[in-house]
């Protein structure tokens, strides 16, 4: 598996989809970034059951305002349609091995169980 670029076209029904989706945020002048390119890639080697995804915020510029990207690289973890990891600055590569495990081991029913609390209804939402 390697990455897919995402544009401002093909975001949201990237990351809205089932499965776990990791977003790289980053740009070709950005040093931090380009160092964890290559980290990403390997990991995307590593677990093709996950998409690894990567915005230019040079070409991509409206998406990243929208997602409100002020530092970069940031990676960004969806999990059946929710964000659940949202952290500027470049991981090693055990950090994001740690990262996948962590996003895997979710109970996503509790995940949306606390949304739900969050906003106020104290129901989950309806499917």
Known sequence: MSTTALTMDTFEK??????IVLVDWWA????????????FEQASER???IVFA???TEAEQQLAAA???SSIP??????????????????????LEELVAAVRGLDME???GKIAQQSGSGEPAAA
């Open 28 to 39: 070709s002048w950005c040093g931090p970034c380009r160092r964890f390119a290559p980290v």
């Open 14 to 19: 990237t990351v809205t989809g089932g499965g």
């Open 74 to 95: 940031t990676l960004m973890a969806f999990r059946d349609g929710i964000l659940v990891f949202s952290q500027p600055g470049a991981l090693p590569s055990a950090a």
């Open 110 to 112: 509790e995940v949306r």
């Open 54 to 56: 990567k915005v230019d």
């Open 67 to 69: 997602a409100r990207i």
């Open 47 to 49: 677990h093709a059951d």
